[in-house]
């Protein structure tokens, strides 16, 4: 996809990276932020898809994609990616943006609203919410934490398609290459690897969300309810249960649920339901 190159560098000196897509002079920009192991490219589908609505900001967040490796992986948390995000909206000098979060991404679009809550028109979050299931984030401990180089691009779109298959049960051969295209990068050797440091993943089989950390969840989530909210789940999330979801909605004054079908964690936002979705929240804010 067309686009252009943006870098830029972190309160504690760390070369990022973003790319821009769709008319710089838009009048809504949108920030696009990943989960856990992806990066800018894994909202290419969707853009396509909503081509010239707005202008997009895809960024790869520390330590993934094009980004810096941090010297300190402690610095590997949701508020330190937070505090990048405003850097980055600093260097583009953007004062109010929408945000789109897949995951990890929508807990730093949380994080975002309770800090800079003057810099958000609206926000879209992507089978995420104050309370994670712990099915899930073994689940994702389980493949995260194994990064070993394949031998070829095929061989990684085999290696998706397995891991990936339970979750994504329509994608086919073509759609795991162009997946697969998506997470990893090819190295000086020929070889392929995910295109991540492993460093990013340390701590994810540690997590075991306890009462307390919920209830503080639930509480930044209140910050998002001066915003607009569009939750986008997936059918078979084992992150996001539908009672949580329902919950978000319920809470919040002004939300709306939308599920996407046959898909786990998390919705590509390429599928009809969500970009249907996505556009119209966009259109609204931008109107």
Not at 63 to 79: C, I, L, M, N, V
Not at 234 to 240: F, H, R, T
């Amino acid at each position: 996809m067309t686009g252009k190159d943006i870098r830029y560098r972190s309160a504690d000196g760390l070369d990022l990276y973003a790319r821009s897509y769709g008319p710089e002079d838009a009048p809504l920009a949108a920030l696009c932020m990943h989960g856990l192991t992806r990066n800018h490219k894994d909202f290419e589908p969707m853009i396509a898809e909503l081509d010239g609505l707005c202008r997009f900001i895809a960024v790869d967040v520390r330590g993934r994609g094009q980004s810096g490796r941090a010297k300190e992986p402690a610095t590997y948390t949701p508020a330190t990616y937070a505090s990048d995000m405003i850097a980055l909206l600093d260097h583009l000098k953007l004062d109010k943006v929408a945000l789109i979060g897949t995951s990890m991404g929508g807990l730093m679009s949380m994080v975002m609203a309770t800090t800079v809550p003057q810099r958000i028109r609206g926000i879209v979050m992507n089978d995420i919410g104050p309370v994670v299931e712990q099915v899930g984030l073994d689940r994702i401990a389980g493949y995260a934490n194994t990064v070993a180089p394949e031998p070829s691009w095929q061989a990684a779109a085999d290696t998706v398609a397995r891991v990936q298959g339970d979750i994504f049960p329509k994608l086919t051969g073509a759609d795991w290459m162009a997946f697969a295209k998506r997470t990893y990068r090819e190295r000086e050797d020929g070889r392929v690897i995910l295109d991540y440091d492993p460093e990013i993943t340390r701590t994810v089989g540690e997590v075991k969300p306890d009462p307390e950390t919920r209830a503080q969840m639930w509480k930044m989530f209140e910050a998002a309810y001066a915003v607009p909210l569009l939750l986008i789940r997936g059918e078979m999330s084992d992150i996001l249960s539908p009672e949580t979801a329902n919950e978000m909605v319920t809470r919040h004054p002004d939300a709306r649920l939308v599920t996407v079908p046959d898909v786990g964690h998390a919705p590509l936002l390429d599928e009809p339901e969500a970009v249907s979705a996505i556009s119209d929240f966009l259109k609204h804010l931008g109107a």
